[in-house]
């Protein structure tokens, strides 16, 4: 059986969709709200500053040609989560794709990067308000609308952390930005607790057409010193860091047609880490 030309290649168009994309103007939300645009989804930019934002959604629309707005939210907060649904609704339409995708990394890196014995509970909880709770928040307001509607997906960004406890020994001399490192537990517990929100929403919307998938990344090239790249690297069957592009064709795949019978998976990019 052949089908028409082009007919598979179309299952990757997301022309006339329009995306939601929290943390959008972070270290890896640029990449992702550009990856959508260009294949033709009309982005809502979401993130705490409303100008970054605004520049950033403006960027989209000159370089791609698709419509995309800024919409300045604390996803944290269930009030403005419904009217920045709202909002992007009457600017664009219909949202058919929410790509949760922020992560709090809290201003005083001091007691982010704190060891294990230090790490206080006010820190715990102002990580995980955004990177788990805020994703609930999301979910339930904007995937309420896809269930009534009959369809839509749900993209959490995960992280190989939430699925692989992290070699400690990888931070041994490490650095980024100019300071220690490591990964702090609140991070994997976090990122887990995503996965298990995954499978939770997979299952109770499947019936609406609503799938939800996680996409887990694995380290990402962003600024880290030449021992962490080596020492990471070396943990890699590729032998190498992650490119922020490198993300993009999983994200595509899993917002679009191309993936319309993939439910409550995690789509894991980590250069095969997790293999061994």
Same mark, same amino acid.
């Given at each position: 059986m052949t089908v028409e030309r082009g007919h598979y290649r179309k299952l990757f168009d997301l022309s006339g969709r329009v995306a939601a994309v929290t943390g959008g103007v972070g270290l890896l939300g640029k990449y992702f709200c550009g990856?959508?645009?260009?294949?033709?989804?009309r982005v809502a930019v979401i993130d705490l500053d409303a100008e970054k934002c605004t520049n950033f959604a403006e960027e989209?629309?000159?370089?791609?040609?698709?419509?995309?707005?800024?919409v300045a939210c604390d996803i944290t907060d269930p009030r403005q989560v419904k009217a920045m649904a709202d909002k992007i609704e009457s600017a664009l339409g219909p949202i058919a794709i929410l790509h949760n995708n922020a992560q709090r990394v809290t201003k005083d890196l001091d007691r982010y990067f704190a060891p294990m014995g230090r790490f206080d509970l006010e820190t715990w909880r102002e990580v995980m308000a955004v990177n788990l709770d805020a994703a609930f928040i999301c979910a339930q307001e904007i995937g309420s609308r896809m269930a009534a509607r009959g369809g839509g997906t749900i993209i959490q960004t995960g992280s190989i952390y939430g699925? &692989?406890?992290? +070699?400690?020994r990888i931070y041994e001399g490490s650095v980024y930005n100019g300071r220690p490192i490591n990964t702090p537990a609140i991070y994997s517990a976090s990122k887990a607790g995503l996965n298990g929100l995954t499978r939770y929403l997979a299952a109770y919307w499947g019936h609406r057409n609503v799938r939800v998938n996680t996409l887990t990344p694995g380290g990402v090239s962003s600024g880290q010193n030449e021992t962490f790249d080596r020492r990471y690297s070396a943990r890699v069957p590729m032998g190498r860091m992650a490119k922020a592009e490198e993300l993009?064709?999983?994200?595509?795949? &899993?917002?679009? +047609?191309?993936?319309?019978?993939?439910?409550?998976q995690d789509v894991v990019v980590d250069g095969g880490l997790a293999a061994w």
């Open positions: 990856g959508l645009a260009d294949h033709g989804a989209l629309t000159q370089t791609y040609g698709t419509s995309c707005i800024g699925i &692989l406890g992290p +070699d400690q993009i064709g999983a994200l595509v795949f &899993l917002a679009s +047609d191309a993936s319309s019978y993939v439910n409550g």
